[in-house]
């Protein structure tokens, strides 16, 4: 393993270097995800570009939308005081991210560009609208993530571009998110399945699942069911979520048990939202 190690004092400087070397190079976060892919010999860029010390780590708010930048952290988003009512969802998805030196390092941006079908918090910004906010030589474009994903490992941003920020409107109070995580232990483990739901009490329905198919992916006909038989139909919108994954068999679990813990999960994690938003749960 043989790259060039960039370390650029800012945006437009990383964005300089990602163009000059093109396809050779990468952008580097937190490492986690593109280390390990440099190790096994999946990927062997010459050019290594950090993102450190351009000020993308911070999660700030404006009058109606919060801002999350691509290089906060996992344990940021556990730690931050706003996401701990209606985005309950954030800090329960990336409190699960590998181990505690893992959250330490690993940045949201990084968990979105990677576009593993099994990143944690993917599902849980799908079910918020989230848009994405991206910068390169042509200048900046926002995407809402439901298209910036493309397939596993694939996505729209083209290779000059970095991932600067996750955008999605703040939530009403009525309002309630859920993010429920099944693997074959409670640690360090990446997700079998992992459900994100996102319920408001006018009706509004978002479920996102990951680790069914070749990429995280919304159910709008579950959703759209929820929207109109509320708190009876959760176990319904579950059956459908089912049918419409398309999971492998692998040595992590079967096809047909990811089938039945969809069915499951999505169930309950509507179920989640629907007591938050009574009170009835926290
Ligand atoms: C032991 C271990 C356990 C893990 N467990 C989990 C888990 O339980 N759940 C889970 O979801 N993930 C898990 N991961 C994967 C990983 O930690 C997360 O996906 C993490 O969020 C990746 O962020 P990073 O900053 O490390 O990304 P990096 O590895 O730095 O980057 C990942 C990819 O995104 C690109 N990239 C990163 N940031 C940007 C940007 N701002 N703009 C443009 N391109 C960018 C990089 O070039 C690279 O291709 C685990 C990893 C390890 C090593």
Known sequence: ?????????????????????????????????????????????????????????????????????????????????????????????????GGRQVRNIATVGGNIVNASPAADLVPVLLTLDATVELRGGAGTRTLPLDRFLVERGRTERRPDEILTAVRFDKPPADSATAFLKAGRRKAMEISVICVAAHLVSDGKARIAIGAAASRTLRVPAAEAIVEKGGRAAFAEAGRIAARQMSPIDDVRASARYRRLLVAAMVERALGICADRIEGKST
């Open 1 to 97: 393993m043989s790259f060039a190690f960039h370390r650029p004092d800012s945006i437009d400087a990383a964005i300089a270097v990602a163009r000059e070397h093109g396809a050779s190079a990468r952008f580097l976060a937190g490492g986690t995800d593109l280390i390990i892919q440099i190790n096994r010999r999946r990927i062997a860029p010459e050019h290594l570009i950090s993102l450190a010390g351009l000020g993308l780590d911070t999660i700030g708010e404006t009058g109606s939308e919060f801002v999350i930048g691509a290089m906060a952290t996992h344990d940021a988003v556990v730690g931050h005081p706003a996401f701990q009512k209606q985005l309950k969802a954030l800090t329960e998805a990336s409190a699960v991210v």
